[in-house]
């Protein structure tokens, strides 16, 4: 429904390893009109031409602890990159201490995991706003 | 100052101790050790010490405390032995051995320097009567018994040390058995007077007739030390046994640590995905469903809230357990935590209404989020038990240095003997009609939270007459941190995304 949206629809990238996770954000995400790519974090770190700035996403919501690597580490790596540094990163982590860890790996945000639908919209909203 | 071992004489039965008759003279510079169990066996080693050092002509200084002393001067007097004559020719000098010792320590050890000038002027001044000198002492026997084992080794060596100044004495020291025992030095002191001095068996030995007897006694001693080495080797294993066995069970915490980390992010993985579906479905339900089937999703929202609270609840108390619970600290305004808290719990339900009275105008340091966690704990408490209630409520003072908050329900109260109870893990009030949810482990984490900001979290209650939970926490002093307090209570308020969101734009 989204991609029927009059103006270019903002693109959340979700990097989590768990399925259903991955379907419930895209679907809260979806519903709300954003344009989701979903990845397990096990392929390419960023599937996307970095020189091309209209194929980066406008955010990426990273799980902290992937099966394939570390979300801390792709964290570390896309901040660390000129082209994709301003792309506003949350972490997700049902570990409530992990808070301090995604800080300190570059992250903008982080939320706990279970979250709240209503929460991670504000977050998303919040940082796609300017 | 290099020390030369002495030949060893213990055990050797010709030269044993002062007690027997005429059994072991003294040579002169030697350093003789006794053990004693009993002061009688010390006085009248003393004694026999005192006595034949007197009849051969040769000066005695006895550095002695008052009470052995009196004892060995009654015990000399019995003997027909007056000290006092002795005393007058300059023969005699009996010293109190705390106010000698007291003259040379300095900062609780013997000083060298002052020793060597105090002991050597004492027995300079002994010896220019031209005859040999004999010393007692019972100094370091009480730096032993005093505890200072460090002075009392070191106070060994200055006297052996002293051996080599010009005016040879014999010298006979005597400790106490008892004091000697089971000690971590007492291996190191042995080793000194093993080096340097005649080491005198004690009385069992010595108050035994016949040679056979004592030969028979000193193989009792050896047995007697052989298992005494025994003993120690096994409780050196069983030491060995607990070190292991402790390593062990540090390991298994830190394996259930781990474990119980790992499956509380296991268990709130499906938690996840469960919720956001129920949130979805909701969300597409809300135009087309009929109201049960949202009031049905929404039960189940809650119920998993309810779930997500036990898993971290159970997580806390594992952490508890292991003292791994951390806290990030942080200034904060109390009576806003209070408000929002408030705000939020009374926002999940509508059964009761919550009630805040008061303020505390408090600066707080400590964790903001685990201190809102007491306060839900205690809310929703006071929710759970007083179901027939609508009200419950807060109360908010300072006094004294300190910030209370008071949670008052009216609802089933609790019995006065539970009421230190109600703090312990795993414990919840007994009640033959209800039963109420709940591991029993929340206040226990609250007490234990409030404790580790320095607070206090009682209650006070009556049975049927509800219940008043007290918090109270320690106020910031006044001044000193009124700066940055403002600088972090700004930092806190805002919400941890806006000020990522500002480090954010100063990268861009």
Known sequence: MSNDAPKSPQKILIVEDDPDISLALSSIL?????????????GDPLPVNVNDTTS??????????????????????????PSTRHIPIVMLSAHPSAAQEAQAAGANDFIAKPFEMDDLLAHVRQHLAH | MTITPNRVRAFSHREHEYHQEGAHRPHRSEHTVQFYETDEFLVRSLGRFIREGLETGESCIVVATGAHHQRVETYLLAQGVDLHPASKQGAYLALDAEETLSAFMVAGSPDPARFTSIIGDIIERAAARGHPVRVFGEMVALLWMDGNQAAAIELERLWNDLRDNPYPFALFCAYAMGGFVGNKYSAAFAEICRQHSSVIPDENYTTLGSEEERQRAVTLLQQKASSLEKEVAERKAVEDQLRVALAAQRQLEERKNAFISMASHELKTPITSLKGFTQVLRQRLQTQADPQTLLFLDRMDVQLKKLTNLISDLLDISKMQTG??????????????????????QAAITTHHIRLRGETQAQIAGDRDRLGQVLINLLTNAIKYSPRAETVIVRLRSYDGQAEVSVQDFGIGIDREQCERIFEQFYQVADPV??????????????????????????????????????TLPLLKNGSVASSSCEQRESHNATRREKMKRENRADE
């Not at chain 1, 979806?30 to 096990?42: I, N, Q, R, S």
């Not at chain 2, 791994?324 to 719990?345: K, P, S």
């Not at chain 2, 234990?448 to 939970?469: D, N, P």
Request: net charge negative; proline share 2%; glycine share 12%.
């Open chain 2, 434 to 471: 209800h039963t109420y949810p709940g591991l029993g482990i929340g206040l226990y984490i609250a007490h234990t939270i409030i404790e580790r900001h320095g607070g206090r979290l009682w209650v006070e209650s009556e049975k049927g007459a509800g219940s008043t939970f007290y918090c």
């Open chain 1, 30 to 42: 979806e519903d709300a009109g954003y344009v989701v790519v979903t990845m397990d974090g096990t």
């Open chain 1, 56 to 81: 980066l996403p406008d955010l990426i919501l990273l799980d902290m602890l992937l099966s394939g690597q570390d979300g801390r580490e792709l964290a570390r790596r896309w901040k660390g990159q």
């Open chain 2, 324 to 345: 791994m619970l951390a806290f990030r600290e942080t200034i904060f305004d109390l009576d806003e935590l209070v408000r929002e808290t408030v705000e939020n719990v």
